[in-house]
């Protein structure tokens, strides 16, 4: 297994996704383990690595991504009156695998189960 979760598990149906929106190239899904309320990530289906790593032949596929970036989060700030969108690159990407997250929401604080019993009474920022 490489670290690409997106290629190895999510494109492959070994860990099964609840589908947003999907492309012949693109697709958006609920986040398997979420870091907010409402979070989706949009991912393209040919492999990339990141940002970085794109190619001029990738314009294409940049831009449909970006359009269902934009659809999605069209829909979440209709829903929910706000989101962010964002992306990882260098040792903030776990996933080596371009993509984007479409969230909203104040973080759900996954650190509580390593933070000191006092941390419990502070928000998770």
Aim: aromatic letters at 10%.
């Amino acid at each position: 297994m490489t670290n690409d979760f997106y290629c190895d598990e999510a494109l492959s149906g070994h860990t099964p996704v609840v589908k947003v929106m999907e492309t012949d190239n693109v697709l958006a899904f609920h986040h398997t383990r979420p870091f907010y309320p409402v979070h989706i990530v949009v991912i393209p289906k040919r492999h990339i690595a990141s940002l970085l790593t794109l190619e001029k032949e990738d314009n294409d596929l940049l831009l449909e991504m970006i359009e269902i970036v934009r659809q999605v989060a069209a829909q979440v700030v209709k829903e929910h009156g706000a989101c962010r969108v964002l992306t990882n690159l260098g040792d903030y990407q776990d996933s080596k695998h371009l993509h984007w997250h479409v969230a909203a929401g104040d973080p759900l604080c996954r650190m509580m189960l390593v933070r000191p019993l006092w941390y419990r009474w502070f928000p998770c920022y």
